[in-house]
């Protein structure tokens, strides 16, 4: 029977070649045993919807509902959704965001208030919606936790297609403490902003949600070099949640961590739920190392 030695702070995982036991441990794990051993920490479970595009709110939010519970099912700490994945059609129709605001965005947060509510224990990051403030349009991405709002980030950086129907600027990076870690929110064109992606890091994020919707006109784009940079430099895992639509062209939905691409979304024009276990200590000793 091998022999510990730890104190009783974190949880992690020791799997032996026949069993598996929790424990708790800090510092040093010591074993005298024969067997081979595999030991690991538990990981901080995120699942991600990519959705293919509906040509109507109602189908939207229900493939969006349906998505969401089936995620649930795995019990994970946050799910998040893609940008815009309310919105019926893909972005190159985009023409007025009064309109869409006004057609999308009342049901669009209805429907996650109570999906929150639905998933008490799960963080919700709904992705983004066209909101109002004083006659002047926002795209919005937010965090929700028991039916409640409990941040938002509007897009600083929109694109052109979003400028032209009306999508303003925002002007505040969001950085917000959960019961698991430090969340950091970034929307789609932000990557290609070093102060954008600097000030999320400034403030201390440990975890990066990136919702995104590149329309057809985006340039074709091997892996993901944007994303990967700002993982590897920074020491963040990133969750790039994008649509079926714009899969083949940037916004391919993917995992990455600072040692590169853990998961990717297919080609395939499907809904899919993607899940993974980020490790958190090794992040955590990943960051620790950039400032030696």
Not at 190 to 195: E, G, L, S
Not at 207 to 226: Q, R, Y
């Amino acid at each position: 029977m091998p022999q510990r030695l730890f104190q009783p702070t974190l949880c992690q995982v020791v799997k032996f070649k026949s069993f598996q036991v929790s424990v708790l441990i800090e510092g040093h794990y010591s074993v005298n045993c024969n067997s081979a051993i595999r030991y690991e920490v538990n990981g901080l479970k995120i699942s991600l919807i990519h959705m293919k595009v509906r040509n109507s709110l109602k189908g939207n939010l229900k493939a969006a509902s349906t998505a969401v519970h089936k995620a649930a099912s795995q019990k994970p700490a946050f799910i998040a959704l893609p940008e815009y994945f309310s919105v019926p059609h893909n972005m190159e129709h985009f023409t007025s965001a009064e309109k869409i605001s006004k057609e999308t965005y009342n049901e669009t947060i209805r429907f996650l208030a109570n999906t929150s509510k639905e998933l008490p224990n799960i963080y919700i990051l709904g992705g983004t919606v066209l909101e109002e403030d004083h006659g002047v349009f926002y795209n919005t991405s937010t965090l929700w936790q028991n039916g409640s709002l409990i941040g938002k980030y509007r897009k600083r950086n929109p694109i052109n297609a979003e400028l032209k129907a009306g999508v303003s600027r925002g002007d505040k990076p969001a950085v917000f403490t959960t019961d698991h870690c430090t969340v950091g929110m970034l929307v789609c064109a932000d990557m290609f902003d070093p102060p954008t992606i600097k000030a999320v890091v400034d403030l201390g994020a440990e975890l990066v949600f990136l919702p995104v919707a590149a329309m057809g006109t985006h340039p074709h784009v091997k892996g993901h070099p944007l994303s990967e940079k700002l993982a590897t430099e920074n020491g963040v895992y990133l969750v790039k949640v994008g649509n079926v639509s714009s899969s083949a062209r940037g916004g391919r939905s993917a995992f990455i961590t600072p040692w590169g691409i853990e998961q990717e979304a297919s080609d395939a024009v499907k809904d899919s739920v993607m899940t993974i276990d980020f490790d958190m200590q090794r992040l955590r000793e990943y960051r620790k190392s950039l400032k030696r």
